[in-house]
């Protein structure tokens, strides 16, 4: 799919991830809607980039603040990408040292924001997607989700990202199906050991020690990096349903 002349809809577009995206995808000649709930940030990175990029303001789990922000893309160019890396993390065991049971509302409220505001997003932009005129092939669009290594290896104290992220992972398969008959592709990203704003408030030795258990190249990883990723996902017709690691050969180990 040639990105040059689409729309894309990038939430968490604001900062870390998203805000790689958002630029990667806008340098080859998409129009973007950044999408975030920090105006501030999302307002500056649309300023800084001029035509072709507007803010929303939106909570991807609040159904009419995303598709009022999808509204925002309906004078620009045919909606035919949507990345989803908004997210929060929530380090707590289910069981604390003292004996005291994870909390309940932060278990909720990582699943609602990671896996219903992911799936939130994916239903209500295919929706928009699928009224687009198909392409070549009949394909329509493509949609990334972002799930984490831990979904698969998640550590101590990761119990609800990577009950989170599990789920998104899990939902790349069945949504292609879902979705083949309107021409709208889904692959997910596992990111590892990403160099996103959260890990930024870490010492240096802390984040150079993380940097060291990456197995190559050792380093941490950048938006960069996965921005590129999102690029071959968008153009490569052929690669639909994946889960993809991003994380140069890492293995989470139990903490």
Request: hydrophobic content about 45%; charged content about 20%; glycine content about 10%.
């Amino acid at each position: 799919m040639e990105i040059r002349g689409t729309t894309a809809f990038v939430t968490g577009g604001a900062s870390g991830l998203g805000a790689g995206t958002v630029r990667a995808l806008h340098a080859k000649g998409a129009s973007v809607v950044i999408v975030d709930m920090n105006a501030d940030a999302g307002e500056a990175l649309a300023k800084e980039l001029g035509d072709g990029a507007v803010f929303a303001r939106a909570d991807v789990a609040n159904p009419d603040d995303v598709s009022g922000a999808l509204g925002s893309a309906d004078s620009m160019p045919p909606l035919r990408i949507v990345v989803n890396c908004a997210g929060i993390a929530w380090a707590t065991r289910t069981l604390n040292k003292e004996g005291m049971p994870h909390d309940m509302d932060s278990f909720r409220k990582v699943i609602e924001v990671n896996l219903i505001g992911t799936f939130n997003v994916m239903r209500l932009s295919a929706a928009v997607m699928a009224k687009t005129d198909p392409l070549e092939y009949g394909e329509r669009g493509v949609i990334v989700n972002t799930a984490s290594v831990a979904a698969l290896e998640g550590q101590i104290g990761q119990i609800a990202y990577s009950a989170s992220k599990g789920g998104v992972a899990a939902m790349a398969l069945p949504a292609a199906r879902d979705l083949a008959p309107v021409g709208i592709r889904v692959n997910t990203i596992a990111p590892g050991l990403i160099d996103t704003p959260m890990l930024s408030l870490l010492p240096e030795s802390a984040r150079e020690a993380l940097a060291q258990s990456v197995n190559f190249p050792k380093r941490l990883g950048t938006p960069t990096d996965y921005a590129s990723l999102v690029v071959q996902l968008a153009e490569n017709g052929y690669i639909n349903g994946e889960l993809i690691r991003l994380d140069g050969g890492l293995r989470m180990q139990p903490k």
